[in-house]
């Protein structure tokens, strides 16, 4: 069971606005920033959302994020075939002094 | 351009020990925290393991803990983990990382990753 909860899947159609919800406690999320990675098939996660908001460069600005006391959320507007793919949420964790990340959510883009 | 090349994956029957290595270049790698973060087959992502970027702070998931070492050797710009007493639930795919979680900035680089198989 991981520490930081998503839900297990997601779906939305092209040009829809879909969030992602993580829910954390106070060891993690409630005291540390959040960050969001996007993973497709037999790759490696890529980063999409830094320091709770913050998009690196080259990520679109259809992906956002924010978080507010122990919960964050992951936002993709404008949806693409190419967004279908798994998005995980990740901190610090003070109580397992380790990273955590969220389970995973599946999106799918119908 | 930064690279991070783990290798050393591969096939090992329960109880076994395997040693992954992690060259990293185009970045100056004594200045970075590094991590294992490791996949199994249709799971997600499960951190493994931290060292700071001098070697001095090491931590361990729970899962890890007591089985595994992790070292670096920064004048080799390498990072190691041994692998002992492996069971089945070991089974998948090993990232090496700096992720952004330590960096605080988008300064975030995976390996391609390796592939640990634990079977009898």
């Known amino acids: 069971q991981s520490a930081l909860t998503q839900p297990p899947s997601a779906s939305g159609t092209p040009g829809q606005r879909v969030t992602i919800s993580c829910s954390g406690s106070?060891?993690?999320?409630?005291?540390?920033?959040v960050y969001w990675y996007q993973q497709l098939p037999g790759t490696a996660p890529k980063l999409l959302i830094y320091?709770?908001?913050q998009r690196p460069s080259g990520v679109p600005d259809r992906f956002s994020g924010s978080k507010s006391g122990t919960s964050a959320s992951l936002a993709i507007s404008g949806l693409r075939s190419e967004d279908e793919a798994d998005y995980y949420c990740?901190?610090?964790?003070?109580?397992?002094?380790?990273?955590?990340f969220g389970g995973g959510t599946k999106l799918t883009v119908l | 351009e930064v690279q991070l090349v783990e290798s050393g994956g591969g096939w090992v029957q329960p109880g076994g020990s395997l040693r992954l290595s992690c060259a990293a270049s185009?970045?100056?790698?004594?200045?970075?925290?590094m991590n294992w973060v490791r996949q199994a087959p249709g799971k997600g992502l499960e951190w493994v393991s931290y060292?700071?970027?001098?070697?001095?702070?090491?931590y361990y998931a729970d899962s890890v803990r007591g089985r595994f070492s992790i070292s670096r050797d920064n004048a080799k710009s390498s990072l190691d983990l041994q692998m002992n007493s492996l069971r089945a639930e070991d089974t998948a795919v090993y990232y090496c990382?700096?992720?952004?979680?330590?960096?605080?900035?988008?300064?975030?680089?995976w390996g391609q990753g390796t592939l640990v198989t634990v079977s009898s």
């Open positions: 185009g970045f100056t790698f004594s200045s970075y925290e």
């Open positions: 060292i700071s970027s001098s070697g001095n702070t090491i």
């Open positions: 990740a901190g610090w964790d003070n109580s397992l002094s380790g990273v955590v």
């Open positions: 106070s060891s993690n999320i409630g005291s540390h920033h």
């Open positions: 320091r709770n908001d």
């Open positions: 990382a700096t992720p952004a979680i330590l960096t605080g900035t988008e300064f975030d680089y």
